[in-house]
């Protein structure tokens, strides 16, 4: 039973594009909420994250949003370049459970050139 | 991340072998964790350590075993090895401090079992 659900699982979007990807957690106790990116044969890597205080979090392209109601939140990936191809991973944590974090499926995003 | 090193990076065995896999960090981190990775389902947790006398199961610690040698080393180890184990293993560590502790991801290794 996956406490964080991802979609979608692939993404082909052209250069240029924006690249959408939803995650939509269960459990309300999650306190953090970020977004690790993975290149073929690398490991997972801290991309951007948010705290649930806030709706909206931006570093250069990359856009996480985040709606505490519906416990959803996702990350917008504007004006996608090829070397934005990649696995991205969203996860949640919560403080009181040593900050372990659960991770979603997964999304392989494609940018063609 | 070459501050997170994981030995082998590949491996074949066959069911039934005993398999260790190694992971060395040099940030310095208190806390380890090793995770799996399957298509479509993410990473799962196996085990964690956050400290080297605090080890815990994650979410499927079921055919697994671990040993923090030190605070730097933390090896995986599959006893008797099944086909169903065959995926791409991470090894991470963060500093676990406040709430937004990063988790530091080794190279991975990718395990065969046949």
């Known amino acids: 039973q996956q406490q964080v659900k991802q979609s979608p699982q692939s993404l082909i979007v052209q250069k240029g594009g924006i690249s959408i990807i939803n995650c939509a957690y269960e459990?309300?106790?999650?306190?953090?909420f970020p977004w690790y990116q993975q290149f073929p044969g690398k490991g997972p890597a801290l991309l951007i994250a948010i705290r649930p205080d806030v709706s909206e979090k931006k570093e250069g392209r990359f856009t996480i949003s985040f709606n505490k109601s519906a416990k959803q939140f996702s990350l917008h990936i504007m004006d996608s370049q090829p070397g934005d191809s990649a696995t991205y991973f969203c996860a949640a944590s919560m403080e009181a459970a040593g900050n372990k974090l659960t991770f979603g499926g997964g999304t392989r995003v494609l940018v063609k050139p | 991340d070459a501050d997170v090193t994981q030995t082998p990076r590949n491996r074949i065995t066959k069911t039934g072998k005993r398999i260790m896999l190694e992971c060395s960090q040099t940030k310095g981190h208190d806390r380890m964790y090793w995770y799996r990775q399957d298509p479509g389902l993410g990473l799962q947790l196996i085990y964690y350590s956050f400290d080297v006398k605090d080890i815990n199961k994650g979410e499927i610690s079921d055919g697994y075993s671990v040993s923090r040698q030190a605070q730097a080393k933390f090896s995986l180890s599959l006893e008797s090895a099944i086909p169903n184990q065959t995926a791409l293993y991470f090894c991470a560590t963060s500093d676990g401090v406040g709430l937004a502790a990063e988790q530091f991801f080794g190279p991975g290794t990718r395990l065969t079992v046949l």
């Open positions: 459990n309300t106790a999650f306190d953090y």
